[in-house]
T-cell receptor
């Protein structure tokens, strides 16, 4: 069965520093995709970044990058130069080949990030 | 921009009431989803639909049903609300692409339901 694990319920980071949010996953399917979402206190879910299992390079989107280690089944989100507006809940999610037919995602439990001035 | 609109931001209902949560998307997406979000449990899939009048159970369908009579609208129904259904409910939509893809889910702002 597919599973996403986020072991950090909460994290603090100083403004302007980099922070890594951990995500490990489990699937028996060789073809899958990994997503990160941000949820500010307003409640909306904002899509940040995507990594496909066959992508040769780690995904990057502005200050967000994904440290993808396929053998370890980890897909950690790295936020560089943290800003106060980065304070939010962050969710890791996965879609595998079966999920690809329906586009459904399974989510981790989330990490609450607090950026301190 | 994709817009997914949930009809209510906050709802308070009594135990035993029938509750309707409405969701509308404006991007002609085939797929629509209902998740519930609880602290420490993340988002869990209740039901999803990949076409009009089509529905499939997610991971926690008990106590819920859904309706999709039109492509743009997906309703979540609590037949007889119970206190353990107090939660944040999130609707999402996406394109239907029959292969692994990077198409994200687009979410509404959520409905916080309290059942007393």
């Amino acid at each position: 069965a597919q599973k996403i694990t986020q072991t950090q319920p909460g994290m603090f980071v100083q403004e302007k520093e980099a922070v890594t949010l951990d995500c490990t996953y489990d699937t028996s399917d060789p073809s899958y995709g990994l997503f990160w979402y941000k949820q500010p206190s307003s409640g909306e879910m904002i899509f940040l970044i995507y990594q496909g299992s066959y992508d040769q390079q780690n995904a990057t989107e502005g200050r967000y990058s994904l440290n993808f280690q396929k053998a370890r089944k980890s897909a950690n989100l790295v936020i560089s130069a943290s800003q106060l507006g980065d304070s939010a809940m962050y969710f890791c999610a996965m879609r595998d080949l079966y999920g690809g037919a329906t586009n459904k995602l399974i989510f981790g439990t989330g990490t609450l990030l607090a950026v301190q001035p | 921009d994709v817009k997914v609109t949930q009809s209510s931001r906050y709802l308070v209902k009594r135990t035993g009431e029938k509750v309707f949560l409405e969701c509308v998307q404006d991007m002609d997406h085939e797929n629509m989803f209902w998740y519930r979000q609880d602290p420490g449990l993340g988002l869990r899939l209740i039901y999803f639909s990949y076409d009009v009048k089509m529905k499939e159970k997610g991971d926690i369908p008990e106590g819920y049903s859904v309706s999709r009579e039109k492509k743009e609208r997906f309703s979540l129904i609590l037949e007889s609300a119970s206190t353990n259904q107090t939660s944040m409910y999130l609707c999402a939509s996406s394109l239907r692409v029959l292969k692994l893809n990077n198409s994200p889910l687009h979410f509404g702002n959520g409905t916080r339901l309290t059942v007393t």
